[in-house]
Each structure stands twice: as C-alpha cells, then as structure tokens.
C-alpha cells in the first residue's frame, strides 16, 4: 500500500512568490492535515481538510491556504512569501476526520526554502 | 503554558536500559494520545497510540496514559542505539493534532 506522497521534495523561492505544495493521501483515507515543522517552532498545526472541506484550521495567517479535492489529493499554497516561511511542510493522511481514535501517517514533507 | 509539554531532553541512556519520555498537556477534552518517532532529516513515524487510561503495550515500547493527570509516557526498554531520535508527543481532539516540542533520545553503546 502506498504511503503519503508529497511533492515536490525540495523547493526554493524567493521572497514575495508564491509556492503551491501538493499531498496525496493513502489510498482510502479522507483526511489530510498539513503542518509546519521549524527548529525554533516544532510542528505547527496549519490546517485539516476531510472530504474537500476545511474543518481545522490552526493559527496562521491568511497568505496560507489549503484545498482538497474530490479525488481526497490536497494542495497548500502559501502567497508573498517571507524568509521566515522557509521550513519542512508535512502532510499526514488518516482514515477519519470526526473519530479521534485515528492514527495519522505523515509523507517526506517538502523542505521549502525562501531566500 | 504550551498546550502539549514534554521533558525537555536531550536524554541519553545507555544500550539495553528503560527510556521514560513524559508528556503532559492541558485540553482536558483531549481524546487520543500519539507518539511518534522522528529521525533527523525524516518525518516523523507513528509507533504508539493510546486512548483509554492504562498501559499499552507493543514490542519494546509501552505507552501509558492518565487522563486525570493529564500524563501520557512512553516507556523503550531494552534501548538500542537505533532507538537514537526525537520523540514527538501528540494529543487530538476534534481532528486537530496538537504536538509537543519532542525529546531528543541518544541511546549509547
């Protein structure tokens, strides 16, 4: 069974651009969850989607953004890009939204770097 | 007061040794328990999950959680030097995860 996939791996932009980052979910699972992972910071909850629709969000400002669509793939997407958004963005896919009884399994992440 | 706090760390055990590695939090609405386990340079890796108070166990690894504390552990035994990473605390509620900021383990030779 295949596992979280996120793409692209690496990525570097410059600030003020913007980045879209993409999830797929395995297979059969509906929720995915995106966050950011910094040294200073830890993981960050950013948001959770479950079938197309936002149900968490966590406190981030409103240049980041996030979809899900019906095939349960997702994408972030994050405008004017600062230095400080420079982190490691990790998906993690689960089976349900509404039981907490879940587990959640996370992708590679993608390393974004803003310079 | 973070809503998700483990032992700061860094915390080193030699090989063959228990590791505890504590977590408390604060939502008393907090409804299941994770731990996960990552290597530098990795995305964390699920081992554990707990949800009712108690042990559970699997493998070398037990988690045990205390809902009226407000506690969950994770206790290796038998340390290996593979078990070398930071363990992340996780608590849920409501489809949102709440991690803490981890534990770094060294487990020596």
């Known amino acids: 069974k295949a596992g979280v996939t996120q793409t692209p791996r690496y990525l570097i932009k410059t600030r003020g651009q913007q980045v879209t980052l993409s999830c797929s979910p395995i297979s059969g699972h509906r929720s995915v969850s995106w966050y950011q992972q910094t040294p200073g910071q830890g993981l960050q909850f950013l948001f959770e989607?479950?079938?197309?629709?936002?149900?968490n969000k966590g406190n981030f400002p409103g240049r980041f953004s996030g979809r899900q669509f019906s095939n349960s793939r997702s994408e972030m997407n994050v405008s004017t890009l600062e230095l400080g958004d420079s982190a490691l963005y990790l998906c993690?896919?689960?089976?349900?939204?509404?039981?907490?009884?879940?587990?959640?399994?996370f992708g590679q992440g993608t390393r974004l770097t803003v310079v | 007061q973070k809503e998700v706090e483990q032992n700061s760390g860094p915390l080193s055990v030699p090989e063959g040794a228990i590791a505890s590695l504590n977590c408390t939090y604060s939502?008393?609405?907090?409804?299941?328990f994770f731990w996960y386990r990552q290597y530098s340079g990795k995305s964390p890796e699920l081992i554990m999950f707990?949800?009712?108070?108690g042990d559970k166990e699997d493998g070398r690894f037990t988690a045990q959680l205390n809902k009226a504390s407000q506690y969950v552990s994770l206790l290796i035994r038998d340390s290996q030097p593979s078990d070398s990473a930071t363990y992340l605390c996780?608590?849920?509620?409501?489809?949102?995860?709440?991690f803490g900021d981890g534990t770094t383990l060294t487990v020596k030779p």
């Open positions: 996780a608590v849920r509620r409501a489809g949102k995860s709440t």
């Open positions: 989607y479950f079938s197309e629709t936002q149900r």
């Open positions: 939502d008393r609405g907090s409804q299941s």
């Open positions: 707990i949800y009712s108070n």
């Open positions: 993690a896919s689960s089976l349900y939204q509404t039981g907490d009884v879940t587990e959640a399994f």
